[in-house]
């Protein structure tokens, strides 16, 4: 047994860090003072392209397949960078959440026209994933955005909701269905560049927290696509993979976000630390004691997260320890979060204080990717064969 | 880089106390609560398998073995009997006082002193909310004081750590018999010494932190098997009950009820082992062990009464083990200083760190 970090990844969390320390925390206050997403030509993108991110983990034409390294060391700068602020995390420019699905199911012809752009982009550059409807939320298999094909063209007709940053991605992959009365079977994913004909309007929504990167719901009308933009190709939806794409981007996802609420439950202990002693109140149990609680449950929900990395890095099956740290780690980040704003009293109203802002950034952690109400269904159906 | 597996030698230590559980303990636990103690074949093979000695150093002829060996034990024999886990570690808690304050010597004399079968040392913490009713008299080479319970029927030596301090009294101790709440197979008796020689007495403000890690870890482990035993039977159970039509197990206000249970259960788990390999690397580990300690009571407060409210009034009488492990954890729970102690320790440990938890600096090698 063994908990220790390699000195690579280590390395690599100290860049982070400063990273995080002068540049991600200032922006995510900046755009929560504002009340807006960063905006698109903000000078803090123009700093990530510089510094190399927002890069695509393909290789190129003809390169192997990407494994993606580590699945802690991602974890643990999952981690580190939502400590700072996760709203920025996810505004930072790249690929996103659905380049794991094109590297897995894409074609190569895909890979080459969707994720070449960002081997080295000229400028920030997004893609986005568009899962999530207005009555089609946890129920992922109760879609209706429509597809429907003609000729050598798909029409896609539909609605999608809290998206993030869909208004200034290249492209969308849209998740569909070819028939709603048959679930899962029936989905497809489709490229939907930016600009097409009936893509629109985008409305970016007002949100509690988490306001640095923009969650827009947008409505498709018509949009015709080529056959060449559904994932993976008509042969692959003949097998009933199109579901299961989608599926296996919300798997891999489940520990990242976990990560991503120990770092902001994180944020809060320390926080709340540096209050307690600028206000001399350390020596107060009841200080004390929720400094501790914080710690204890935060630590406990990050070594949740790991062991579900650790698994996936072992290939090992990792449903239920997915789920749990998602579970876990929402709870125990908005958990701290109230405890937080204890500590500060009334200066906790002012609206004005980190923890406040963390407060309101936690919520969505036991929303996203699965609320933990999901979770809890799938930990179930693996240990007690709760039914579907 | 983060490793869960238990590795060959640690698999191996787990796999003999599973075994020693399954063929000696399980199929006495009745007996041996009915008699106050395992029987005598019980201890046999426990010692002839090594566990007596398991965390004494090889210089005090011991297996040299570390928190995490200890902590894999307790979990598979307190998982079939806590009380027998108990009863049949001669040194228990006592070791790591004797051991972290008085050096390897006095772990030595301390097993010399409960070679015969069935000996026992039993250490005690000696909180601010003072476990001792009537507190600690120390005059000179005497002390004098009382316990109200102690899960033992029989105590070669008492060990005493109370903050800085370590007291260690082998003669002048008597025992009343009390009935106890759980730990059957343990024994249950209230002590009291009056003018009782001390055998010795340490002071060392790093052993005593040490030592009260370690006790933690002792008893917080115990706690993840009383915690596993409830949560496989309750949840066996609540597959083959049926109400309105289908396993009680299927009605969604119990299956998440089941997840919670399995989720505090393994997020314990994890504490007590990352404490432990903190220990066994001679990281600092006072707040890490001390919170592991405090989130095993914390997970047995809601494992122990649903486990029995999952069986209804079948989990209320004793023809099922849930009620014993719903005793048992919330007895377990009050043994080496508790949890109000433990969070106090903890908590002080980590106001003292602008940033207690920061990655790469508070699971790597900095102590």
Redesign the interface.
Known sequence: ??????DA??KR??VAREWGRKVVRPVGIEADVEGRPIPVGHPFFERCIERGEGRTRWGGPGSPPATGG?V?ATL?LA??LAYWDRGVMIATPGPGLPEQSVLGIGTEEQKERFLGPFLDPDRPRWACFAMTEPSAGSDAAAIRTLARKDGDHWVLNGAKCFIGGASRADWILVQASVDPTKGRAAQRAFFVERGVEGLGPFKIEKKMGLKAYESTSFSLQDVRVPAANLLGGEERYERKAGFKAAMQTFNAGRPIIAANAVGMA?AV??ES??F??EHDL?GQ?R???R???M??????????C??A??LADQHRANIV?AS?SK??AAQVCQEAATLGTELLGLGGGRGDHLIEKLYRDAKAMDIVEGTG?IQ??I??RQ?????R | MLDLDPGDELGLVADTARKLADDHLGPAVRIAEAARQPAADVFAAYTEIGLAGLELPESAGGAGQGALARVLVNEELAAVDVGSALALDPLGLALYPVVEMGGESAAAELAVGCAELGARAVGVLVGADAQMDEGMDLQGDVASGSVPWLPADRVDSLVLLAGESMLWIDRGIDLAPVRGMGLRAAGASEASFRDAPLRERFVDAAGAARARARGRLYVASLLLGVMRAACDFSRDYAQERQAFGRPIAHHQALAFLITDMQMALDGARLLVHEAAWRIDRRLEASAAAASAYAQCIDAARSIGPNAVQILGGHGFVADYPVEKHMREARSLSLLWGGFDAAIDEAGRALCRHPSPLALGLETGERA
């Open positions: 047994m063994d908990f220790a970090i390699d990844t280590r969390l100290d580590s802690i643990l981690e580190e994180r202990l320390d630390i540096r307690a002693r350390l149990d200080v004390r004691d400094v501790e609680v710690a204890r449950k935060t630590r406990m929900a990050r070594l949740m790991l062991r990395g650790w320890e749990m579970a876990v109400q809890r269904m930990i179930a240990l007690v064969g709760l039914p």
